[in-house]
């Protein structure tokens, strides 16, 4: 069973910045393609950001590119996800999310078969 366990939410200004890490364990890490998600009061869960296992491709939701980065370090079976210039429509519970990198990358929830407890990102106008 792979765990994961985010932290780094808080609360930020517009145009602030925040980084997002997501800590495995229990499995090894390099086997999963690693994406990001969030969910707004009242919305559904969203695709955010995904990385393949060799961090060789990146996928971003439009809502978010040009402005989020995601990254991982296998070393430290860790995925990150820098936020830039941050707008209150950022504002969610963001999770990160694993699948078996035999799937691929892939933006759908539904896929990923692992997920963390999620940390709040709260922008502030």
């Known amino acids: 069973q792979l765990q994961l366990v985010e932290s780094g939410g808080g609360l930020v200004q517009a145009g602030g910045s925040l980084r997002l890490s997501c800590a495995a364990s229990?499995?090894?890490?390099?086997?999963?393609?690693m994406g990001w998600f969030r969910q707004a009061p009242g919305k559904e869960r969203e695709f955010v950001a995904a990385?393949?296992?060799?961090?060789?491709?990146?996928y971003y939701a439009d809502s978010v590119k040009g402005r989020f980065t995601i990254s991982r370090d296998n070393a430290k079976n860790t995925v990150y996800l820098q936020m830039n210039s941050l707008k209150p429509e950022d504002t969610a519970v963001y999770y990160c999310?694993?699948?078996?990198?035999?799937?691929?990358?892939?933006?759908?929830?539904?896929?990923?078969?692992?997920w963390g407890q999620g940390t709040q990102v709260t922008v502030s106008s």
């Open positions: 999310a694993a699948r078996e990198r035999s799937g691929g990358v892939t933006m759908a929830s539904s896929s990923y078969d692992y």
């Open positions: 229990g499995r090894t890490f390099s086997r999963y393609v």
């Open positions: 990385i393949s296992w060799s961090a060789t491709s990146t």
